[in-house]
């Protein structure tokens, strides 16, 4: 009987094992972004971005800028027509900068984060916005 449950017991680890591994990668994004900025509550340094696309029901952005690292998991969005070009869209408040999307060439389906709690300040305090846009590769 105790055979027969760790034989089971391991068939189930090996099954979620192979269940991570099947996680999708989808394309990979690379911006040269200007500015230090924040993303999901962290700060990303200025410099060359990497976001990789990921998901296996949920997507998860992975995000690396410098010596930064960030996992991300955004809120999708939808549009009518493809996005024609992959870019990053920013809210700037002064010399604050906060990802707020991003739009993927060719697909019609975007990504969007939640407003981070000191940009709603800045908003309060009726701060201009700004959206910054910048260009983005797909690959």
């Given amino acids: 009987m105790k055979k027969q449950a760790a034989v089971l017991l391991i068939l189930m680890l090996a099954g979620l094992t192979g269940l991570v591994n ?5 394309p990979k ?7 230090e ?16 696309v990921q998901g296996d029901g949920i997507t998860t952005l992975r995000f690396r800028s410098g010596n930064e690292n960030l996992i991300a998991v955004p ?3 939808q ?6 070009k992959t870019i990053l869209v920013f809210h700037r408040y002064g010399d604050r900068y906060f990802l707020a999307s991003i739009s993927v060439q060719g697909n019609t389906r975007g990504y969007e984060f939640p407003v981070h709690k000191l940009e709603s300040e ?9 959206d910054v846009t910048l260009l983005a590769s797909l690959h």
């Fill in 75 to 77: 809120h999708a969005s």
């Fill in 29 to 35: 994004i690379i911006a040269n972004v200007p500015f």
């Fill in 37 to 52: 900025f924040i993303a999901n509550g962290k700060t990303m340094p200025a410099g060359e971005c990497i976001i990789t």
């Fill in 22 to 26: 099947a996680q999708v990668t989808g």
């Fill in 79 to 84: 549009s009518p027509d493809a996005s024609e």
């Fill in 122 to 130: 800045l908003r309060v305090q009726n701060a201009t916005e700004k």
